[in-house]
């Protein structure tokens, strides 16, 4: 089974495809044990001064692994792939010197740094894969095409020269014969999942679940409506998913389901005292907002099922709204004039201040981490507060997401949010567990009020 809200997966950070994460972790001790196998040809062909070298870069690599498993990956991979291309840089300018006898082989392995980078790249796009992929790909280039070479250098004997020249070849294809398997895996799984999930609608693999909402008092207010996929292979990662969902144009599809089950959901609760006046919201992806009929769609929905715009929410993802604003805004007054509020999901990292003031939002929700974060540090606090107030200055509700306990509630009140979200106030639950949560929450204040008199 599958949770996951869709249309706010992130793009590849901190959420990446688990495999690509794996497959970047092992190349690193696979690297430091052909560094290792290296260190005993070298001391068989009595050349301690290289099976030196190379035993340092063995080390150094184990230790990019450790930091790469255990304190930030992406520091780790950058370092490997430096340590890798300056390794093979000193080898082709003193040991391995083309002749013509022998051509020079170690640049291949820049083809290999330069894979490694991709699927660094894949796993989150950033300046420094970029650069290491570049870098690795001029090198390749410069090695091929021109006989560079420290002046001091001296080639080793013939014998070693066939070694290095039959061993590096091979060394270097089947290194990226494991890169083109990690990348080919990661792409079968999304080709697979992709056909799956096209189909997941007309079988009925797909349901909502609740994630409640609550007020400064802890009353339930509402609450976030959540993909669910009960996907027959078992779990898979919900930010996997999502991307898919992305790369094989699925997204606005599932949208619409969603929208769909939304609104009947409603039409349900407005059957109930205890749920009438609830409000759903639903992510919806800019580019799905702006495609030509959606708006249009939902308020046909609306009004086949008696349901008032109002009781109905829109959550937009800030990374992609500070993409452009002019095509957002016309839809957005269609969602107002249907009485749809709108909301944005802002993230101190990727959002923007300036799209608070320039779209006619209702409301704005601060993310998980922002949440987490001002219970911790003061600069986070500060940032909270001062959020917060500039949504109160321009007459928007806050909604604080990720309160997963008491402190982060109490402190989160304290900065002025009006409503809250998170695992203190309930997992995501089907519709009927929300139904009897809600019908207990409010038996269970309603008691407490008449206590207090």
Sequence with gaps: MLIGALPHAVPVQEQMQRQLRTACVRMLPLAAAFCTAWVAVFLLL??????????????????????????????????????????????????????????????????VVALVGYMDYRREPRFTAVAMILAAICGFVAFSSLPLQFGFARPPSEPIQMVIAYINPLATVLLLAACLFFVQRHAATNRRVARDLAHAVARGELELRLSPQVDRSRRIIGAEAVLVWNRSEGPLDADVVSLVAREAGLVGKIEAWMLSEAVLTLSRWQLRSHTYDLVLTVGLSVENLCAPGVVAELSDTLRKHGVHGRYLRVDLDGRDVSAGLAPIQPPLEQLRALGVSASLKFSARDSSLADLERLPLQHIDLDAELSRDACERTRSATLARNIVQLAQALDLQVLARGIDCEAQFDFMRGCGCDTFQGQLFGEPMSPQSFDTHVHARVDELTWIEESAH
């Excluded at 991979?77 to 093979?88: D, G």
């Design 46 to 111: 009595s050349q301690p001064g290289l099976a030196v070298l190379l035993a340092f870069a063995a080390l150094v690599l184990s230790g990019c692994w450790i930091v790469a498993t255990r304190i930030c990956l992406s520091t780790g991979l950058v370092l490997a792939q430096a340590l890798c291309s300056a390794i093979t840089t000193v080898f082709c300018l003193s040991v391995d010197l083309p002749s013509q006898a022998v051509p020079r082989t170690t640049h291949g392995y820049f083809l």
